[in-house]
């Protein structure tokens, strides 16, 4: 049978040469590049569902996080404190104690700052360094990133101090601490009982005013940042505060893991 003049493998008349078809890379490389872009195009629009992505509440960067978590924190402790009051107080109105035993669980709320304290007190204020700060005095080496900003153990060291000084009760920014209190830095912040705080920190207490101050003196970890004020400008500032009222603490004081002393 005689080739007809469209078969695919000769030439019009059927007896030219044979010609194949070439395969393009280029077209082919064009059509991928169109099929990527409209894929990364549906890809967005299905993340974004319609609306901008950078103002989409689920990608807030870690930091925006933590000072929404920070600030509902602070709301459920005024709440739980004013919940513990009227619970107090109801509880007070006929509870069938007598009036030694009501006195002993007040000395003990009180031991465990769980109430208001008015005392003399003084308040010790921590701070970073200044921007492009350096070292203001011969012989000491220019300041890493570290050495300008305020650590945790700055922060224990000065409460540690204050209740060594014979301190009553001590209260950091505006929480009081009690016996699980923690002091904790994570960069250049501080989270205390689930609330987040910059710098600069205040710290107060209540007690002996002068004795207060003398334990400050003598910590061997005050007198080593007592350097890194000389030298490279941190914040250090005592001040007398007279008469004031520390607030009880307001957070839950359940213990998690605890175990029996033997």
Not at 118 to 143: C, Q, S
């Amino acid at each position: 049978m005689s080739n007809s003049a469209d078969s695919p493998g000769t030439g019009a008349t059927g007896s030219g040469p044979v010609r194949r078809l070439r395969f393009r890379p280029v077209r082919m490389l064009t059509a991928a590049v169109f099929a990527l872009a409209g894929l990364i195009f549906f890809t967005s629009f299905d993340t974004a569902r319609g609306t901008d992505i950078r103002q989409d509440g689920s990608l807030l960067k870690l930091s925006d996080l933590i000072q929404q978590r920070s600030r509902k924190n602070k709301e459920l402790d005024e709440s739980n404190a004013t919940l513990r009051d009227s619970v107090e107080s109801l509880a007070e109105s006929d509870d069938g104690s007598t009036r030694a035993e009501d006195e002993k669980l007040g000395a003990l709320e009180k031991s465990a700052g769980t109430r208001r304290l008015t005392g003399r007190a003084i308040t010790v204020t921590l701070n970073d360094a200044p921007p492009g700060a350096t070292a203001k005095l011969p012989g000491y080496p220019e300041p890493q990133p570290d050495y300008l900003v305020i650590h945790q153990q700055d922060l224990q060291a000065v409460v540690n101090a204050l209740w060594q000084g014979g301190a009553r009760g001590i209260k950091v920014m505006d929480q009081r601490l009690i016996s699980t209190s923690a002091v904790r830095c994570v960069g250049n912040t501080l989270i205390l009982q689930g609330r987040v705080y910059s710098p600069p920190y205040k710290i107060t207490a209540v007690g002996d005013p002068d004795r207060l101050k003398r334990a400050l003196a003598a910590s061997e970890a005050i007198q080593t940042y007592m350097v890194y004020v000389n030298v490279y400008g941190l914040g250090w500032k005592v001040t007398d505060d007279g008469t004031v009222t520390l607030p009880g603490y307001s957070g839950t004081v359940d213990l998690h893991y605890a175990e029996p002393a033997e």
